[in-house]
Structure formats: C-alpha cells, structure tokens
C-alpha cells in the first residue's frame, strides 16, 4: 500500500504496543520512520494507561488510547470496569485504520489488533517471531493480515523499525529519532529537584539480578562528590534501597515518589544518568542525557543506546562492570 503515499486521503495508522516502560519507549522511533516517509499520515497508539504521558512527549503521535488491563483485571467483576472496557474498544472501533502495527506479539496485544477496523484493503502486521529471550506469543500471529520475520537479535528499537518500514516499502537508514521535545535548559524546576546541576542513580528494576551492589553505587558517588546525586524510587523496596545508598553518601537524596511525567523530567534535566538496564535508564538515554548504562544480567546487544555519542554502555549479561568502569565513563561524559 505504499501507492497511498499519492493519494488524497492521509494513510491511517494504529500502533499496538502497551507495556512495558523502556519497550514503549524503543517504538518510538516507528513514528519519525513513518511521518519521514508519508508526511501526512495520521499515526495513533493503544498504551497502558502509565505511560500516556511518554507517548504524548512525541508530537505526531494524535489520538492515544489509554489501555488499562493491569487495573482492570483487578475488577473484573465490577460493572464499572466492565463499562470502561467496553468504551475503549468503542472508541478504538470508531476509525477505519489502513495499517495495524502489533510490535509486541502478545495474545493481549493481539486482542486489540484483532478489534481494531481496517479500512477496504488495509493490514493488520505484525511479529512473525519473538526476539531471543522475549515473551512472545506465537498466537498472536492469527490476528495478523501479514507477519514480518526478523532475526532473533535484533535491537529493541530496530524491531518496531523494520517491521514498518517492510510493510510500507521503505528502508531503515537513518538513526533512530524519539520525537522527544529539546530539553529547556532555564524551565522552573520543581522543589524535589533542586537548582544545580545533578547525577541522577535509576539503581532500581523489578529483577534483582540486573541490579548493581549498593556498594559500588556508594564507591561511584563518593568519588562524584561534591555533584548532587538524586535517588528515585518506585517500590517500598526501593525506596529502603535508595535510603541505603543516601546514608553512605554525603551527596544524595532520596526524592518523593514521582509521577511517570515527573520521573521523565528527572532523567531529561540530568548533567547525567546511571542506570541499570530499566525504562529510565533508557528514557534518559532516548532524550540525549549523558547516559551510562549498566548491564548485569541482561544482554545488551538487546536495548543498549547506539544512538547517540553521549550514551557509554558497560557490561553485559553475567559481566557486570566494575566502579573504575563506570567512574570513568562518567567523566568522560562530564567533560564533553
């Protein structure tokens, strides 16, 4: 269908893809593909309600569907629920879309493709198979009109990339693009962050064995003194991390706990980030924040920053780097 390009009427485009944080973030870049190469085009996305407002950071995305399993599910029972439910896929169902996109190959997300309306000659595309170590689900294959093969090491933001552009006749030769705003430098910012400059610790994650010891984060801020280090946190578990870290450093402060807008601002604004391989880390890194990234257990061929000069990516799935590592690449984005 890439003739629509031609053609009177703008193409229509869905994207499906709602969880998690730093997987929302890596589709991103769909957007800048697609309206390089069809101007026009109207692109809309299903989300989990969130992470609205990251998607929302991306001007040419229009109409975003908050999608809210994760509440829901919690209520099923509930005639209320059960109403909202109904209204989203209502509403979903109220345009006639030329292309469907599931780039995360899950039954859920497939649900929601399958809801969706073409219009005459349209496609519903999406994974032909999941990336080495994902949780796809090969079901979700029976909701597509086409599914697009790709190698099983594939890079979290080249997936959702390629995928379009197979579709839609194009190729991927340019650098990823997050459509995220320029950071304003002389914005007011809130109390809880302060009006120097500061390092920023994303030091939680939901698996422990991506974490890095609290000792060597204690090692790394020590040697950074006297720049501020500010510790954000989503969990009581974090949180209680985070107090640790601050009692041994004379730099530190734990935040309040922050809105999903709130903790994006943070990472933007930072002279610098530190993270472990979560959806901050890699929101700091998307917005062009001097970025360090920590593998520990995970693969980093799999979402580390290859976008930007300003991203230092060390270790690797059972090779954590050390504090002299990540020390010294914090200096070295420091001084650029």
Aim: net charge positive; charged share 20%; hydrophobic share 45%.
């Amino acid at each position: 269908m890439a003739g629509h390009a031609g053609a009177k009427a703008p193409l229509k485009i869905l994207l499906v893809r709602v969880s998690s944080l730093g997987d929302v973030l890596h589709n991103l870049p769909m957007v800048a593909d697609i309206a390089r190469h069809y101007p026009d085009a109207i692109i809309d996305w299903v989300v989990e309600e969130g992470y609205v407002s990251l998607v929302r950071l991306n001007a040419r995305v229009g109409t975003i569907f908050p999608f809210a399993l994760r509440r829901w599910r919690k209520s099923l029972g509930k005639k209320e629920t059960r109403a909202e439910i109904a209204a989203f896929f209502r509403q979903l169902r109220q345009t006639r879309y030329d292309y469907v996109f599931d780039t995360q190959g899950l039954l859920k997300t497939g649900v929601i493709m399958g809801a969706a309306r073409l219009a005459p000659g349209g496609q519903k595309v999406g994974l032909a198979n999941g990336s080495e170590g994902s949780g796809y689900e090969g079901i979700s294959r029976i909701f597509h009109s086409k599914s697009i093969p790709l190698d099983p090491r594939t890079h979290a933001v080249a997936r959702g990339r390629l995928v379009a552009a197979a579709a839609l006749g194009y190729t991927v030769d340019t650098a990823a693009d997050f459509g995220l705003p320029e950071v304003e430098q002389d914005a007011p910012r809130p109390d809880w962050m302060g009006a120097e400059s500061y390092a920023v610790y994303f030091h939680g994650t939901a698996r422990d064995a991506k974490k890095w010891p609290s000792a060597n984060w204690i090692a790394l801020g020590q040697a950074l003194a006297p720049m501020p280090i500010l510790l954000p946190w989503g969990s009581p578990k974090e949180k209680a991390e985070a107090e640790l870290l601050a009692a041994g450093l004379p730099n530190a402060r734990v935040l309040p706990k922050l809105s999903m807008s709130e903790a994006t601002l943070l990472a933007r604004q930072a002279a610098l980030a530190i993270g472990v391989d979560t959806g901050l880390t890699h929101i700091a890194a998307a917005f062009g924040t001097p970025t360090v990234e920590i593998y520990a257990d995970s693969p980093r061929w799999k979402t580390e920053g290859n976008w930007s000069p300003r991203i230092i990516n060390l270790g690797d799935k059972g090779a954590p780097p050390d504090v002299a590592e990540v020390l010294a690449a914090a200096r070295q984005l420091l001084a650029v």
